[in-house]
């Protein structure tokens, strides 16, 4: 199949700019993300696979825009007057190295960002039964995306991502994936939801809200998926901006993901009500619904004293460790 649109060589300038700018972003970002998980906690209470998660995501973007410049670099300098069909030819072939190492960090990028989103999923409902959807869509996700970096490392030198061996492969991934995202940030965001609007009632406060959770929970999801359709979109049309989408992709991975924690530490750090930020909290919030607040109720007798004593002068033998007479309880 022909692909068609921006010349493959001035989509991988473009990405390879486009793609520096947001890692810049995202590494702010990451960084912003460190201190609200760490600000004011003992080491033993940062939450540290969340940490990990998050360096990992950081090594995994820095690593594709990494190879990205190399790859750039090898079709436009290297290789520019060596290889069969000149630059274009080049980024065109999937069976490169380079292609297909970014590739696998893409796939390894989505399986570890999907995998998050699921695991808050079943923190937030505490059931198994809640993400058996969004784990099978992640199976998928992992079964097609590794069918796609074996394709590539398989193929022969000049094969395009258009031809039929590749667009089945592809066409499941970006379905798994984005389904995948979107049923498991609407599974959170309802809960949260459904958990806050039961304690309205009762809440002293309009700062302990959780909606700003379930506000950054859906644009990062809207951000997620937009981008991937668009992806999805231009690999359909056999467009060559689908080159360019799949390397925005990686940064704005990280970026939704540093979102959703920074937006929770702002949160805590003005309320003290639980979130879904680390595992503990996340329990609590599950334990919410499982637990539900009873009114309570007090038998409170009526006291009489031998002679008469104001109501200070009471508070003031108490706070002064004085002795108090002797009560006796009226029926």
Same mark, same amino acid.
């Given at each position: 199949?022909?692909?068609?649109?921006?010349?493959?060589?001035?989509?991988?300038?473009?990405?390879? #700019?486009?793609?520096? +700018? /947001?890692? =810049?972003?995202?590494?702010?970002?990451?960084?912003? $993300?460190?201190? @609200?998980?760490? %600000?004011?906690?003992?080491?033993?209470?940062?939450?540290?696979?969340?940490?990990?998660?998050?360096?990992?995501?950081?090594?995994?973007?820095?690593?594709?825009?990494?190879?990205?410049?190399?790859?750039?670099?090898?079709?436009?300098?290297?290789?520019?007057?060596?290889?069969?069909?000149?630059?274009?030819?080049?980024?065109?072939?999937?069976?490169?190295?380079?292609?297909?190492?970014?590739?696998?960090?893409?796939?390894?990028?989505?399986?570890?960002?999907?995998?998050?989103?699921?695991?808050?999923?079943?923190?937030?409902?505490?059931? #198994?039964?809640?993400? +058996? /959807?969004? =784990?099978?869509?992640?199976?998928?996700?992992?079964? $097609?995306?590794? @069918?796609?970096? %074996?394709?590539?490392?398989?193929?022969?030198?000049?094969?395009?991502?258009?031809?039929?061996?590749?667009?089945?492969?592809?066409?499941?991934?970006?379905?798994?994936?984005?389904?995948?995202?979107?049923?498991?940030?609407?599974?959170?965001?309802?809960?949260?939801?459904?958990?806050?609007?039961?304690?309205?009632?009762?809440?002293?406060?309009?700062?302990?809200?959780?909606?700003?959770?379930?506000?950054?929970?859906?644009?990062?999801?809207?951000?997620?998926?937009?981008?991937?359709?668009?992806?999805?979109?231009?690999?359909?049309?056999?467009?060559?901006?689908?080159?360019?989408?799949?390397?925005?992709?990686?940064?704005?991975?990280?970026?939704?993901?540093?979102?959703?924690?920074?937006?929770?530490?702002?949160?805590?750090?003005?309320?003290?009500?639980?979130?879904?930020?680390?595992?503990?909290?996340?329990?609590?919030?599950?334990?919410?619904?499982?637990?539900?607040?009873?009114?309570?109720?007090?038998?409170?007798?009526?006291?009489?004293?031998?002679?008469?004593?104001?109501?200070?002068?009471?508070?003031?033998?108490?706070?002064?460790?004085?002795?108090?007479?002797?009560?006796?309880?009226?029926?």
């Amino acid at each position: 199949m022909t692909s068609n649109g921006i010349p493959l060589d001035a989509g991988a300038l473009m990405s390879a #700019v486009l793609e520096g +700018i /947001l890692y =810049g972003f995202s590494v702010l970002m990451f960084m912003g $993300t460190m201190w @609200s998980l760490t %600000y004011k906690r003992h080491v033993r209470d940062i939450n540290r696979p969340i940490v990990i998660v998050a360096i990992l995501l950081l090594l995994l973007s820095t690593a594709h825009i990494v190879v990205g410049i190399v790859r750039v670099e090898d079709g436009l300098v290297k290789y520019r007057d060596t290889y069969p069909g000149g630059p274009a030819a080049f980024f065109a072939d999937v069976s490169q190295e380079t292609y297909v190492i970014k590739d696998a960090l893409y796939i390894l990028q989505t399986l570890l960002a999907d995998g998050v989103v699921i695991y808050r999923c079943y923190m937030v409902w505490q059931s #198994v039964w809640v993400i +058996i /959807l969004p =784990g099978m869509l992640w199976c998928s996700v992992a079964v $097609t995306g590794v @069918s796609v970096v %074996y394709s590539g490392s398989q193929s022969s030198s000049g094969a395009s991502i258009f031809t039929q061996e590749f667009s089945e492969w592809i066409i499941a991934f970006f379905i798994s994936t984005v389904v995948a995202n979107v049923l498991s940030s609407g599974l959170i965001a309802y809960r949260i939801w459904a958990i806050e609007h039961k304690i309205a009632t009762i809440r002293t406060s309009t700062k302990d809200t959780m909606m700003p959770i379930i506000h950054a929970l859906v644009d990062t999801a809207v951000l997620y998926s937009v981008t991937l359709i668009t992806a999805f979109i231009c690999f359909i049309c056999s467009s060559n901006g689908d080159f360019v989408m799949m390397d925005l992709v990686m940064p704005i991975i990280s970026i939704a993901f540093y979102m959703v924690l920074i937006r929770i530490a702002i949160n805590r750090h003005r309320s003290h009500l639980p979130t879904v930020g680390t595992i503990t909290e996340t329990r609590q919030l599950g334990d919410l619904q499982q637990y539900p607040m009873q009114p309570l109720q007090f038998d409170i007798p009526r006291f009489t004293r031998s002679y008469n004593t104001s109501a200070s002068e009471i508070g003031n033998e108490h706070l002064s460790g004085r002795r108090s007479p002797t009560w006796t309880s009226v029926k």
